[in-house]
């Protein structure tokens, strides 16, 4: 059964205390891995597509990176507007319907 | 670009009544839409699929005379909460898929249901 495993479930940082959060994902065959950024009450809103292993992404203070089992997203020097949750969520080769699969996700809170 | 819309963005109501929520993609055409419910500090849980002109694929243990949708045109997908009662109080949110290969599911700010 594809499942998608993201920790820490919550984590605390001062401003400019740089960390990395964890998505572990098991998948019949990764078509590709999505990073999202979730605010309170609102909708998901698009970060990253990762496809291959290796491959890695970079917008602002954060980069995203892939590894045949998992993939990190490494948050650099972060700021208090950083505080968000942020959901990993990968989709199968072979699911014709274009489904994707969401970790719980990671609840990210930068002090001031 | 690349913008869905959803509205309302939070209605109260009474149990009995049934709610419809409605979600257009804005900038561009929605081959794929998917409607999923979140519940305080989880995750989204995808309740079904719906593609353009065909009827809804739901998710095991959703309930499709319950929960009905209706995908008419590329840019607009409803959801109708039939005979809403409180356990279907919840945060729905839609996303909209393009028809071109790798693109990300790209999602509205969702609709915060409250049944009395």
């Known amino acids: 059964e594809d499942q998608v495993t993201q920790s820490p479930e919550a984590l605390r940082l001062q401003e400019g205390e740089s960390s990395s959060l964890n998505c572990s994902y098991t998948?019949?065959?990764?078509?590709?891995l999505f990073w999202y950024r979730q605010d309170p009450g609102k909708g998901p809103e698009f970060l990253f597509t990762l496809y291959s292993a290796g491959e890695e992404k970079e917008k602002e203070r954060l980069k995203a990176t892939l590894t045949k089992k998992e993939s990190f997203l490494h948050i650099t020097a972060p700021k208090p507007e950083d505080s968000a949750t942020y959901l990993c969520?990968?989709?199968?080769?072979?699911?014709?319907?274009?489904?994707?699969?969401f970790g719980k996700g990671t609840r990210l809170h930068i002090l001031p | 670009g690349a913008v869905v819309s959803q509205h309302p963005s939070w209605v109260i109501c009474k149990s009995g009544t049934s709610v419809k929520i409605e979600c257009r993609s804005l900038?561009?055409?929605?081959?794929?839409m998917f409607w999923y419910r979140q519940f305080p500090k989880q995750s989204l849980m995808l309740m079904a699929t719906?593609?353009?002109?065909?009827?809804?694929?739901?998710e095991q243990g959703v309930e499709k005379d319950k929960f009905l949708i209706n995908h008419a045109s590329l840019t607009l997908s409803t959801l109708t909460v039939t005979s809403a009662h409180p356990e279907d109080s919840s945060f729905y949110i839609c996303?909209?898929?393009?028809?071109?290969?790798?693109?990300?599911?790209?999602f509205g700010d969702g609709t915060r249901l409250s049944i009395l």
């Open positions: 998948v019949s065959g990764l078509r590709g």
């Open positions: 996303s909209g898929l393009q028809g071109v290969l790798n693109q990300p599911q790209h």
């Open positions: 969520a990968v989709q199968a080769t072979f699911d014709r319907d274009d489904k994707i699969i």
């Open positions: 900038d561009f055409q929605a081959t794929t």
């Open positions: 719906s593609n353009e002109g065909s009827k809804a694929t739901y």
